[in-house]
């Protein structure tokens, strides 16, 4: 029996292998096709069309060709996704406080968990089986179809908040297939609810102004990863990726701190673009970060960091399970496991997760109050030091690797401290850090707010910088990051694996 089990799953792994491929790649924002083809054309012919349904169907046509781009094979999967929950919300809705509008969540919930179980996590978990029985099952590593993780649970919170009550379930398939499908946050978030953008489905607001403010927060994102997050992971993977043997005390430091930079850079520059992409066609997509390394708590840290993950694991997860009321503990530990399991099949992000999950639960008990208490700076300090630490277990996915850079961090009076090459890197590269470090803080808007309003006064030299010099900055960006571009075939953002 056993050997017949084998040979089935040798035979589907097989099949699937020749159906879907290894590597799945989809159109990105920073890239020079997006930019001057893609998005141009998009915007053209959307505008062109004068009519809401006409105007749909381009976003959903152009969203599908965006996210087939690399490889078509995977819009079957969130085809399949859309069509299956627009079925579940109906049958939800219609029979909703009766057995088969439970049903239909539960049908939701097996569905589409299994196929991100699948893709995701199928090799993980017969790897860990093999390791634990001392066998060896056959396993395929299948490419993970490119925002799966994100619109999965797009797809689940309709369909719950359907059942909940919280929404009506949308009568049209199209209309559905344009929530999940939109380009704009479909690869890499941030998490959008239906219900949050139900209405905007049917009728958009476009105005210059609008699309003034999508157009400046879009080339602010492409700044943050074509100009902050890529020169920072190039710097990174120097000190990172190197021989750690002869890695001093302060390269560990400089080398985690430039990946805590580029991870933040990257995944809230894709967030701004996708956000101001929603403002040029007409949506309104919230926040998803708000600087996140300002905080003084590891509690404060994640309610400014991927907000839209933590507030679905909280309203979807957390809460169901009884939240602070009872088993919080229990459940503070479910959430952070999936947390960190979700962002990978991988041992590292569980422990990652788990590390997050053990820092709340002591600044529940008892730390957050002894934070209070103290000053400003050192609450800030614990929060830095703590974070860079989580980002060793997220950034190596090896656990003896992360032990032995853990290691090195703390390794004062046993290492040597700095070396030629992390003397020559820091010198040469000043600029841009202390840069990266202003604009991962509220600095630059205060500063910009402050101007704004001494300005006010003289409405001449304010039209002359809100009209003028700002447009050029953000020309500047864009020029700048065109150039740093060119000859980039793929460059995709980190987030994109998860």
Not at 160 to 179: C, N, T
Request: net charge positive.
């Amino acid at each position: 029996m056993l050997l017949n089990n084998v040979l089935v799953y040798y035979l589907y792994s097989m099949y699937f292998q020749v159906l879907f491929p290894l590597e799945a790649k989809s159109l990105v924002f920073s890239s020079l096709i997006f930019l001057y083809i893609f998005l141009l054309l998009n915007l053209l012919i959307y505008f062109l069309s004068k009519n809401q349904v006409y105007r749909n169907w381009v976003l959903i046509i152009f969203s599908l060709c965006f996210y087939a781009w690399g490889e078509p094979v995977w819009i079957s999967i969130l085809i399949f996704s859309a069509l299956i929950d627009y079925f579940h919300g109906l049958i939800a809705e219609k029979y909703r406080g009766h057995w088969q509008s439970k049903a239909a969540l539960i049908s939701s919930l097996l569905v589409n968990l299994s196929l991100l179980g699948f893709f995701k996590y199928s090799s993980f978990f017969v790897q860990n089986f093999n390791f634990l029985f001392g066998i060896n099952l056959p396993f395929h590593e299948f490419a993970l179809p490119i925002g799966i993780s994100f619109y999965t649970f797009q797809t689940l919170s309709y369909v719950i908040d359907v059942y909940k009550g919280e929404v009506s379930a949308q009568k049209s398939p199209y209309k559905l297939l344009l929530f999940v499908s939109l380009f704009h946050q479909l690869v890499a978030g941030p998490i959008v609810r239906y219900k949050d953008v139900a209405s905007q489905i049917d009728n958009r607001l476009h105005s210059l102004s609008l699309f003034d403010q999508g157009i400046k927060r879009f080339v602010i994102g492409l700044g943050k990863k074509v100009i902050l997050a890529n020169t920072a992971g190039e710097i990174a993977e120097v000190f990172l990726n190197g021989n750690l043997s002869t890695l001093p005390v302060l390269g560990a430091w400089f080398g985690i701190i430039l990946f805590a930079l580029q991870i933040y850079f990257d995944f809230s520059g894709y967030s701004d673009m996708a956000i101001g992409l929603g403002k040029l066609f007409g949506f309104n997509y919230k926040e998803n970060f708000n600087y996140p390394y300002i905080s003084r708590s590891a509690t404060e840290f994640w309610r400014r960091w991927h907000i839209s993950l933590g507030s679905f694991f909280r309203d979807y997860l957390y809460i169901p399970l009884g939240g602070n009321k009872k088993f919080h503990l229990r459940n503070l530990f479910i959430v952070w496991f999936l947390t960190g399991l979700w962002h990978g099949a991988s041992w590292n992000f569980v422990l990652w997760g788990l590390y997050y999950g053990l820092l709340i639960i002591l600044e529940k008990t008892f730390l957050i109050k002894i934070l209070d208490k103290l000053p400003r700076f050192i609450s800030h300090f614990y929060l830095i030091i703590t974070v860079l630490i989580g980002w060793v277990f997220f950034y190596y996915t090896n656990l003896n690797t992360v032990l032995e850079f853990l290691k090195i961090m703390f390794s004062f009076g046993e290492r040597e401290l700095i070396n030629t090459t992390l003397g020559i890197y820091f010198f040469n590269n000043f600029l841009f850090f202390v840069i990266a470090l202003i604009a991962c803080t509220p600095i630059l808007p205060a500063i910009d707010e402050k101007i704004t309003c001494l300005l006010g006064k003289y409405i001449w030299v304010y039209n002359l910088y809100d009209g003028f010099i700002k447009p050029l900055l953000i020309l500047a960006i864009l020029a700048t990051a065109t150039v740093l571009l060119v000859g980039k075939s793929y460059n995709p953002f980190l987030y994109f694996r998860f």
